[in-house]
Each structure stands twice: as structure tokens, then as C-alpha cells.
Nanobody, 124 residues
Framework: QVQLVESGGGSVQAGGSLRLSCAAS????????MGWFRQAPGKERDLVAA????????YYADSVKGRFTISRDNAKNTVYLQMNSLKPEDTAVYYC?????????????????WGQGTQVTVSS
């Protein structure tokens, strides 16, 4: 069982930065692929970025490439999402998710554990 707790959301003006953190419980954190999803009102929950257990494999949605960076610290059981050059269209609830296994996973149904979400609001 893995429990995930996100933090670091908030309100920021366009062009600003935020860093989201996701703290995981459980001794097997290092064996999980971790993902950050986001969901805006009336829209589906989509993958923003993901990182494999070793950190050697990463994925970014086209909309955030070059602006967001996902990283993980297995010693601290934490995954991060550094968000720079934020845009109003980045406004959403951001969710951390975990999936056991060594591959890259892109869809909500592929992830086993979810955090409660943290709101990110970007004003123009």
C-alpha cells in the first residue's frame, strides 16, 4: 500500500513558477513509476509528466515540454514537479500517482495509487 500526499500548489501570475511535491509512504517507493496528472474543470484528467523508478526515464506532455521538470528522490520518498513559465491554461488540480513496475504509463487506469490533489491557479 502506498499513500501519497501532494503539496506546493497555490496561486501565481503568468510567467511565475511553482514546485509541487508528492511525499509517499511505503518502503517500496523506489520500485514505482510516478506520474503527475492534472484536471481542469469540465475536462479529463491527463498525464503531465512521469518518471520511472530509477529516474532514468521521463515523459512530458507536449503542452509542458521545456517548462516543467519531473524528478524524484528515492531516499526521501518524494517526487517533484518544477513548473516554470506558468500559463493560465496550466490552471488545474494536480494529482500525484504511483504505479508499480518499471515501465512508463500514460493513462489514469494504469496507476494504482493517487494523492488527494493540489490546486494550481495561474492568473493572467
Amino acid at each position: 500500500q502506498v499513500q501519497l500526499v501532494e503539496s506546493g500548489g497555490g496561486s501565481v501570475q503568468a510567467g511565475g513558477s511553482l514546485r509541487l511535491s508528492c511525499a509517499a509512504s511505503g518502503r517500496t517507493f523506489s520500485s514505482y513509476t510516478m506520474g503527475w496528472f492534472r484536471q481542469a474543470p469540465g475536462k479529463e484528467r491527463d498525464l503531465v509528466a512521469a518518471v520511472t523508478w530509477s529516474g532514468g526515464g521521463t515523459y512530458y506532455a507536449d503542452s509542458v515540454k521545456g517548462r516543467f521538470t519531473i524528478s524524484r528522490d528515492n531516499a526521501k520518498n518524494t517526487v517533484y514537479l518544477q513548473m516554470n513559465s506558468l500559463k493560465p491554461e496550466d490552471t488545474a488540480v494536480y494529482y500525484c500517482a504511483a504505479r508499480s513496475g518499471g515501465g512508463m504509463y500514460y493513462f489514469t487506469y494504469q496507476y494504482d495509487y493517487w494523492g488527494q490533489g493540489t490546486q494550481v491557479t495561474v492568473s493572467s
